[in-house]
């Protein structure tokens, strides 16, 4: 199921290699449809988010735009447990977030001079948040809450209708509670386009947020451009870093916990315990027979997972520098050392009991992290990720007078003369 590597220079290589293709192009034809799709609503615009919605979901929803007592009835309705453990994650979420905060700034120099920074949030926000069997409330607190937070003045949820036609309720709930303002009933790359060009009914935004199957992210990466992404999103990842302190049914649990995801999802154990390694095959193996999604976790752990290995934690931690993964776990004697160690990672996880599901749901910070070795210069989500910022310049003629030669001297080097007039005509006798 889940094979070992004893790391040589050469194997663990090899199998890094293999990990990179699974991601590396979209299919020719996904990109296709996906291209006829985004030309469709742009032209249609609602008639042909419908069209689409009939022709993928069965049928076209009960509404279109949810009404506001339709959410507010969800949440009346809906289970005290779930709503209050929704309400601890969502106050774990904004305290970690309201520390992301970035104020603006203004800098009067000596001589006259102002300059400064302002930041504030964006005006409409996107968020695309799976419906069906693959509804993640989860999403829409890490969408929503630090966009609220970055002074985002309106977030527009689209998400796909079950087949009866009505909104998942769970999903109702979390917007609720999160302060989504308005809530469409359509899916795939048609609800992403429709974000992206605005139609009559579907406002126009300027960013688009939130997980989708490869169709959806096809979209977005296509209309990156006309609009902003959070980041194009690989398969999911978890790297396990461990020591023969580790647990090995810890580290079994946590590795399928992500290769549950998806058949392309990796799951990899870097350890200096071969013994650990052998253990933890062993515990997968007693694990999986109680557990939903295993056909998947066995396709996962076959064809992306792996436990290398090596001969020594320095390069133990090389090795998972150079994979750069999603979620990074660290079940090491003494894992505080290893912060300062890991540079590139979406979200480190430190210790036994700091699992990754805990990041996904409760801790605080973001979930919508970088993934295919991306975190290597991508950041998870976070406030900044809804804010721009414009910086601003005040000159009094004495101070452009004092830096006008250095001004002209650059401009003219660089052969662009009328940058360099538009500085000596304010000097002309």
Excluded: W
Excluded at 337 to 359: R, T
């Amino acid at each position: 199921m889940i094979r070992k590597i004893i790391a040589d220079g050469k194997s663990e290589v090899a199998f890094l290699k293999k990990l990179r293709e699974r991601s590396i192009e979209t299919d020719k034809k996904v990109t296709e449809i996906v291209s006829d799709i985004i030309e469709n609503v742009r032209k249609n615009g609602d008639q042909a988010v419908r069209d689409y919605t009939l022709k993928f979901d069965g049928n076209l929803p009960k509404y279109y735009e949810v009404p506001r007592d339709v959410i507010n009835d969800a949440l009346e309705a809906a289970d005290e447990e779930f709503v209050n453990a929704l309400l601890d994650a969502i106050e774990n979420i904004s305290d970690f977030h309201n520390r992301q905060k970035t104020q603006s700034f203004i800098d009067p120099k000596d001589n006259g001079v102002i300059l400064g920074q302002r930041v504030r949030g964006l005006e409409r926000v996107g968020l695309y948040v799976p419906g069906g069997t693959a509804a993640y409330p989860s999403s829409v607190l890490m969408n929503a809450i630090p966009a609220k937070i970055a002074g985002v003045s309106e977030i527009i949820m689209v998400t796909p209708p079950l087949k009866d036609g009505t909104p998942n309720n769970d999903i109702l709930v979390a917007a609720a509670l999160c302060g989504v303002d308005r809530i469409f009933m359509a899916g795939g790359a048609q609800a992403i386009a429709a974000l992206a060009y605005g139609t009559d009914e579907i406002p126009k935004v300027d960013k688009i947020v939130g997980p989708g199957n490869i169709f959806v992210a096809t979209a977005k990466k296509m209309l990156y451009g006309t609009v902003d992404i959070d980041m194009v999103a690989g398969p999911s990842e978890i790297l396990v870093l461990a020591d023969n302190t580790a647990n090995p049914a810890f580290v079994a649990a946590d590795l399928m916990s992500q290769a549950e995801h998806d058949k392309l999802a990796s799951a990899i154990l870097i350890t200096t315990s071969e013994e650990l390694a052998d253990k933890t095959m062993a515990e997968i193996e007693t694990q999986i027979k109680e557990l939903s999604r295993k056909d998947i976790i066995e396709k996962s752990l076959a064809d992306f997972g792996v436990a290398i290995v090596c001969k020594t934690r320095d390069y133990a931690v090389e090795l998972a520098n150079e994979i750069a993964p999603e979620h990074l776990e660290v079940l090491m004697e003494n894992p505080l050392e290893y912060i300062g160690k890991l540079d590139n990672a979406g979200s480190v996880f430190l210790g036994q009991y700091a699992s990754e599901p805990l990041g996904d749901y409760f801790a605080g910070p973001n979930h919508v992290l970088p993934t295919s070795g991306t975190a290597r210069f991508f950041s998870p989500l976070g406030v900044a990720s809804f804010t721009k910022r414009s910086s601003f310049i005040y000159y009094t003629k004495e101070a452009l007078e004092e830096a006008k030669d250095d001004i002209v001297l650059i401009a003219e080097k660089e052969g662009l003369t009328a940058h360099a007039n538009a500085i000596k005509v304010r000097f002309k006798k």
